[in-house]
Structures are given as C-alpha cells and as structure tokens.
C-alpha cells in the first residue's frame, strides 16, 4: 500500500495535472500570452510546492548527492525546459480543435520511452523488464490506434444490440 501512495499516485495526480494545468493557463490568460510566457507562468505558479518538496526531502533524506543533482539536471533541462516548450507550443497550435488538442495531450505518454532509452543510454540504467517492455507496447499500440480512429472522416458504426424487455 505504501508503494502505492508513494510510487504510484504521485505519477497519476501528474498526468492529470499537467495537461489540467495548461489548459486552465490557456483558458485564465485569454490567449494573450504565448508558449514562453505561459511556461513561466506554470513554473512560478509551482515553485512554492516544489520548494516544500525539497525541505521535505532535505529534512527527512538529507542533501542529494552530486550524481542525484546532475540527474535531476537532466531531467529539468531535457523534460521541464525542452519538453515542456514543445508540449506547450503543440497546444497552442491546436488548442480550438478538441480532438487534436486531446491528441496532443495524449502524446505525454510517449515521454516514458524517451525516459527509460535516454536514462539507460546516459546514465547507464538497466533496461526495463520484458514486463516493462510489454506496457511500453501497450502505450505505443493506443497511440496508433488513437491516431487512427480519432481522424477517421465518417463514424464508425456501432450495432445496437435489440434487447428484449421482460
């Protein structure tokens, strides 16, 4: 259980926080800031929580190792600057069309494969367990499908089953 409140949700609440976060940026600034200014905007909009985290972590853990900071540069740098931007701007671009932007939103989940490679890559990381293999599959496999359906210029057609009354 502990795993799961300190593993697990953590990674949920992001997910729907993240895209929830630009949205209601997009929505609260009239579309009168760019993708830059909406990224600051998000980033001094949470930086008081990030800095409760952090005393949290140094009182209870102590400082991060010079090898914890370096990767947590990385991270910064390639998923909350470079990352970010490009998220941000691919919303901006589509953001009066429902379908797209939920496309756009939906492309987040990629992020993962680009994690696991990139981490094994740099920071010579093991390779994740054919487990892992398998939900990376399963994410690439929706995303085909998303893409395939959710441009689709006539409906699919559902049959409707004639059920009987009693």
């Known amino acids: 259980m ?15 926080a993240y895209p929830l976060g630009n949205r209601k940026m997009m929505e609260h600034c009239k579309n009168n800031f760019d993708t830059f200014q909406r990224v600051l905007g998000m980033t001094l909009a949470s930086t008081p929580f990030w800095l409760i985290i952090a005393s949290f ?16 540069f990385i991270v910064g740098i390639s998923s909350g600057i470079i990352a970010t931007v490009l998220f941000f701007f691919a919303t901006e671009l589509v953001k009066h069309d429902q379908s797209k932007l939920a496309a756009v939103e939906a492309t987040q989940a990629t992020e993962i494969i680009f994690v696991i490679f990139g981490e ?36 699919i057609k559902v049959n409707e089953l004639n059920t009987k009354s009693i």
């Open 2 to 16: 502990k795993m799961l409140l300190v593993g697990i949700l953590p990674v949920v609440v992001a997910a729907f």
């Open 57 to 72: 972590g140094a009182a209870t853990a102590g400082l991060p190792s010079k090898d914890q900071v370096f990767q947590s």
């Open 120 to 155: 094994a890559l740099l920071l010579s990381a093991p390779l994740p367990t054919m487990y892992s293999f398998i939900g990376l599959l399963m994410i690439a496999v929706g995303m085909v499908l998303h893409s395939m359906f959710s441009n689709r210029k006539t409906p």
